[in-house]
C-alpha cells in the first residue's frame, strides 16, 4: 500500500437551536453548537467532531491544518503529537484542546476508512456492544416531559439506566431537587439505575445531606456533586455517600485525569474524547484510570466514542445525551439503536460508519 498523504482538512460550524428550553445546575442554554472537521486523503474523507465554541474552528483550521497537512494519514499519533506541541502557547487548556480533539477524531476515522477497517476492529475491540444510560431530565422541563422522556427511555427503549440534572439554580433549589428525584424513581421503577447530575451546583455538606434526604431512591451515580476543580470536595462526598461519585468530562489532558486518580475523587472516571485530546489521548486516560482500579464512562457525543468505547476494557458505558443524539441522529445516517441499552458498532462499515447528511443540515450551517 503507498503511504497515504492527509490531502486537507476542511472545518465546518453548525448551531442547532434545542427542542425545548434546557438547563442543569448551573448554566442553561438554548442551542449547541459542533464543530466538524473532515480530514481527506485522496478520495477518502474521515470525519470528526467536538460540541462547544465556534472559535474551535480558528484554531482546527488555521494552526491544526498546516500541522497535519502532507504528513502520512496512517501516523495519527504523531500528528497528535505534532498538534499538541504546537498549541503550546495557545494553550491546549480551552479551545485548542476541543480543537485537536476534532482533528483527531477525523484523523482515526480516515485511517481506519483507507484500511477498509471499522474504527473498533482497527483499535482492537474487546466487546461487540457497548452499555448506555440515557441522559437529559434537564432542570427546565415540566412534570410532563420529564416523565415523557425517562418514560421513552426506560420502557419504550428498555434502557436499564437513566441520569437527570439536579443542583438547580446552583443548589438553591433542593426541595424541588428531590421532587424531581423521586418523579424519576417513580418513572422508571425500581428495576433502573437512577443517576443524578448536580453540575458542580452542592457545596460538599450540601451534597451529602441531599444524598442523605435521598436514601429512600437508591441513587446509584452522583455526578460532580461539587466542583470537578475541588479534588478534596469529591473525595469528601465520595467517602459519605453510597452512590458512585464520578467527574472528569472538563479533562483536557492526561495530567487532569491523573490528578484526580491520585486524589482518590472518583469512583468512576469521565472522559471525552470530543474534549480531551480525541481518541488518542481517551486511550491514554483510559489506561490511567485502569492502573487505579477504575472504570471510565464516555462523556456525550456517543456517536463519536461508540468505537473507543468498544476497544476500551475498562469501560463501564456511554451517554446518550439527548442533545448529542438529537444532533448526531440529524446529521449523519448510519447512527446506532439504543433498545435494550447497548449500542454495537457496525462491523460491516469502515471507520466511524457514519456518512454526512449534507443537505439536510446546511440550514445550520454558521461557518
Avoid at 448551573?26 to 467536538?50: E, L
Avoid at 470536595?233 to 458512585?244: H, K, N, T
Avoid at 492526561?254 to 480531551?276: I, P
Wanted: with cysteine.
Amino acid at each position: 500500500m503507498i503511504d497515504p498523504m492527509i490531502d486537507a482538512i476542511e472545518v465546518r460550524v453548525y448551531t442547532v437551536p434545542t427542542d425545548a428550553p434546557e438547563a442543569d445546575g448551573t448554566i442553561a442554554w438554548d442551542s449547541t453548537t459542533m464543530v466538524m472537521v473532515r480530514a481527506t486523503s485522496g478520495a477518502t474523507i474521515g470525519t470528526g467532531w467536538t460540541y462547544g465554541s465556534a472559535a474551535c474552528a480558528g484554531v482546527a483550521g488555521d494552526t491544526l491544518a498546516p500541522i497535519v497537512r502532507g504528513r502520512s494519514a496512517l501516523d495519527v499519533g504523531g500528528c497528535w503529537e505534532a498538534m499538541v506541541k504546537a498549541v503550546r502557547n495557545t494553550p491546549r487548556q480551552g479551545v485548542a484542546g476541543y480543537a485537536i480533539s476534532a482533528v483527531d477524531t477525523a484523523l482515526w476515522d480516515l485511517k481506519a476508512r483507507l484500511l477498509e477497517l471499522p474504527l473498533h476492529r482497527l483499535l482492537g475491540a474487546v466487546r461487540e456492544s457497548v452499555p448506555v444510560y440515557g441522559s437529559g431530565g434537564f432542570t427546565t422541563y415540566s412534570q410532563q416531559q420529564l416523565h415523557d422522556q425517562l418514560n421513552g427511555w426506560a420502557h419504550a427503549q428498555q434502557i436499564p439506566r437513566i441520569k437527570i440534572k439536579i443542583g438547580e439554580s446552583w443548589g438553591t433549589k433542593p426541595g424541588r431537587d428531590l421532587e424531581r428525584m423521586r418523579q424519576a424513581r417513580e418513572t422508571v421503577g425500581d428495576g433502573v439505575e437512577l443517576f443524578v447530575d448536580a453540575n458542580g451546583g452542592y457545596s460538599r455538606k450540601q451534597a451529602i445531606r441531599m444524598m442523605a434526604e435521598a436514601a429512600e431512591l437508591h441513587v446509584a451515580w452522583f455526578e460532580e456533586p461539587v466542583s470537578s476543580d475541588d479534588l478534596d470536595g469529591l473525595r469528601e462526598v465520595r467517602d459519605a455517600v453510597s452512590a458512585d461519585v464520578a467527574a472528569g468530562e472538563y479533562g483536557l489532558d492526561l495530567y487532569y485525569f491523573q490528578r484526580m486518580c491520585q486524589a482518590q475523587a472518583v469512583d468512576c472516571l469521565q472522559v471525552d474524547a470530543s474534549r480531551c485530546g480525541g481518541i488518542t489521548e481517551w486511550l491514554r486516560a483510559a489506561a490511567v484510570a485502569a492502573s487505579h482500579g477504575l472504570e471510565v464512562s464516555g462523556h456525550c457525543a456517543p456517536h463519536l466514542h461508540a468505537h473507543v468505547a468498544a476497544a476500551t476494557p475498562n469501560l463501564r458505558h456511554l451517554e446518550w445525551f439527548h442533545d448529542h443524539v438529537r444532533i448526531e441522529t440529524m446529521f449523519f445516517d448510519g447512527t446506532l439503536d439504543p433498545q435494550g441499552g447497548t449500542i454495537t458498532p457496525d462491523s460491516s462499515a469502515p471507520g466511524n460508519g457514519l456518512s454526512v447528511r449534507e443537505g439536510d443540515i446546511t440550514r445550520y450551517r454558521v461557518r
